[in-house]
DNA sequence: CAGATATAGTAGCGAGTCGCTATTATTGCA
DNA sequence: TGCAATAATAGCGACTCGCTACTATATCTG
């Protein structure tokens, strides 16, 4: 019972990313470096810190805390300080930083020629397996924020009622480390 | 039109791929060891050393060599040196090699949660897109030998119309790097 | 309110990846 | 016979990665 369907799949994502990741190293960084900076790019202003950064890619603090200082050094992204809590960093993304996201690899060019109904069948099957992933590993979602238990809106505008602060047209559309599909 | 199908995609098999690789360091190796190990376990006696390693993983041959070594000192692979060609190696999976690559990680209890259906069908476009990635980047195909056109089924046994010698059973349920669907 | 405990970020270690540029053996062609 | 192609490797510099401290806050609880 060597090669079923799950070795398969699992030998096809294996593949996959690393023929990907091969062609990933334009524009001065590398791939961790630039999934670091991809997620910053999506996520919003509460989601942002180095913890939250290293949970999404499944990799240690240690890790990513080295990862975003040189993305730092070479001013894709910059540190913002937090008042209210002295302890947490936040990093924004530069120009720069969006810049070195906009270019696109062979697979890109291969999605490209798939029909769109196969692309829309893909993305399904490969967001359920990643949600039952998730869930087997007990990790958060990181889904969009719009899409959240918590959110709630209302004539004067949108509420996050976990944060219980107000939330503005782009905090919406990003990703939250506290998203809950419910 | 920065969110669509196709970056989304490529955003999934990318976080799949590294939540995987987080989980990918049983057993004293790390994931690009394994996967290293992976394909010289299911590669044909053709095609089992370094620059074929090196191509199927789509990285240089200098990294993979190092890698190798790695794996040959750790005793889960063994060097084969040819008569025919002194100048290449090519390396066979000991034991403890195999034994190595036998275990499993909470991506396979996703795939296992999800419906038989549902695999195939994902099975079957993730192996579209990568003949479509292969196509664009120009590699070759690494099939299984016996899916080539140049194997040749005879009442004598089979034979490789193109490296010019018999095959075994084992070797046609294998990889080949000389593979070609035609 | 004063500990105790938890959390956020980081430094430093050791092994190893990775692209890169030589360098050393062959091998095969003209 | 010479010379270009090929196979493998060495060594470099930047970096990843899990790990174990360690520091500076925050929060909780008696």
Redesign the pocket.
Known sequence: MKHNDSSQIRDLLERLS?LH??ED?SG??????R??LAYLARANRFSR????V?QY???????????????A??ELIE?VR?????????YDVTKAGFATLDFSTAIDAALADMNIGDRQQLTKSLGSLLTGLLQKRGDRSFGICSTCRHNIKSDTGTWCGLLELSLTPVDTKQICHEHNGG
């Open positions: 690393r990741a091969s190293w001065d960084i590398n791939p961790s470096q999934a670091a810190a180095p913890s939250q290293a890619l499944g990799a240690t603090r240690g890790t990513v805390s080295q990862t975003l200082k040189a993305l050094r070479k540190e937090s008042q209210s809590d002295k302890r947490s960093i936040s």
